[in-house]
């Protein structure tokens, strides 16, 4: 089976610009999850999604950053304005069902770097 | 806020059984022990996982004390390709730092 799709790979922007992440999870996959991690640390989950709904969205700053993921299959992580600090790699993770006690398959993540 | 302890580097030579620890002294009774991997550049790679009784796949095996509180990761024969952070989490979601796993030609 394919797997989790992130693109772009790489993405360089300057501080206080905005920048847009895509996922295309693995097909029947109903739970998707967007994690942040910066160099020399685990992933952090920002959100995660069940279909087009929200399950969990606790760690997301939400003054500037935003997810959707309208159809319950593609989603987008976005940042607006970015700063020095959101500079990390941004995985997307999807899994069968968010409470089935089912691994998660990660895609090979978005690496961002602020100027 | 990760909920896992291991320790931060293990070293292994090649062809002998890795054996990563992993404390989680604080999971409740229906959290399930996950167990992933990182080769750099990529994403994280499931590995195996499991509640309460061992568990064994293609790839490694997974032993969990009997009270929980603690589970031991065994990758049987070490490969130079097995060189990678491996994490320990419970439950889902909560990753740590992880054990940077060196296997030593």
């Known amino acids: 089976e394919a797997g989790v799709a992130q693109s772009p790979r790489y993405k360089i922007i300057e501080k206080r610009q905005s920048v847009a992440f895509w996922c295309n999870p693995i097909s029947g996959h109903a739970t998707l999850y967007w994690y942040q991690q910066i160099l020399g640390q685990g992933p952090k989950l920002l959100i995660q999604?069940?279909?087009?709904?929200?399950?969990?969205d606790s760690q997301l700053p939400k003054d500037r950053f935003s997810a959707e993921r309208l159809k319950g299959v593609d989603s987008t992580l976005k940042i607006q304005p970015a700063k020095l600090e959101d500079s990390a790699v941004y995985l997307c993770?999807?899994?069968?069902?968010?409470?089935?006690?089912?691994?998660?398959?990660f895609g090979d993540g978005t690496r961002l770097s602020i100027l | 806020d990760a909920k896992t302890t291991q320790p931060p580097s293990m070293d292994c030579a090649e062809g002998r059984a890795a054996n990563l620890p992993c404390n989680h002294s604080t999971i409740s009774g229906n959290e399930y022990v996950y167990w992933y991997r990182q080769i750099h550049s990529q994403g994280p790679q499931y590995i195996i996982h499991?509640?309460?009784n061992n568990e064994t796949n293609e790839m490694a095996s997974l032993i969990i004390t009997e009270d929980r509180k603690s589970s031991t990761l065994i990758l049987p024969h070490a490969t130079l390709r097995d060189t990678a952070v491996y994490y320990c989490i419970a439950p889902n979601l909560f990753f740590g730092t992880g054990t940077r796993l060196t296997v030593i030609p």
């Open positions: 499991g509640l309460k």
């Open positions: 999604f069940q279909n087009n709904g929200v399950v969990d």
């Open positions: 993770a999807s899994s069968l069902e968010w409470d089935s006690n089912q691994p998660q398959h």
